[in-house]
């Protein structure tokens, strides 16, 4: 049986995340989400209002002997401006904010490792990522499943 890790980011529009972690040597599956809210069962529609807390965020499934999470966290932050804060492009909101939603004390400690390695390349400024527990992971409808393949040249995100 193949190795399985998990690795949750929320970087703006899920849609180009979630394309770009599948396209990612070594990721098993990836899948688009809400997670760091309070709602139980949150939808698009209420996401977007930008109440429930939740973040858009893909869920990354990976074989940790293909890739590693260090990998996984250096492509987080090459896919968008993590000194964005609530933001990115034309997508506005706290359910656009720069999270690595961490799942063991392992992660947090590399992700910690990693965004601090960064941050001079960054400056003046500073790093508005941030690192948090993962919770509750809630899956996104199914027409944004995907999307980036199921509309070819139409994702009107960041990436």
């Not at 949750?8 to 529009?13: Q, V």
């Not at 209420?46 to 807390?53: F, I, K, L, Q």
């Not at 960054?122 to 990522?129: C, H, S, V």
Request: with cysteine; glycine share 8%.
């Amino acid at each position: 049986m193949e190795k399985q890790g998990k690795a949750t980011f929320a970087a703006g529009c899920f849609w180009g995340v979630e394309a770009s972690f599948l396209a990612t040597p070594g990721v098993l599956n990836a899948v688009s989400g809400y997670t760091g809210g309070h709602l139980e069962r949150p939808t698009y529609e209420r996401v977007c209002e930008g109440t429930t807390g939740h973040a858009e965020a893909v869920e990354v499934s990976y074989n940790p002997e293909k890739v590693s999470y260090e990998v996984l966290i250096k492509k987080f932050f090459a896919l968008h401006d993590p000194t964005q804060m609530n933001r990115h492009g034309p997508d506005v909101g706290e359910q656009y904010r720069s999270v690595i939603f961490y799942h063991s004390p392992e992660q947090k400690e590399i992700a910690e490792k990693v965004r601090q390695e960064l941050a001079s390349q960054y400056l003046p400024k500073t790093i508005a990522t941030s690192i948090e527990p993962a919770s509750v992971f809630w899956r996104a409808e199914e027409y944004h499943q995907r999307y980036a393949e199921k509309h070819p040249g139409r994702v009107a995100c960041h990436i």
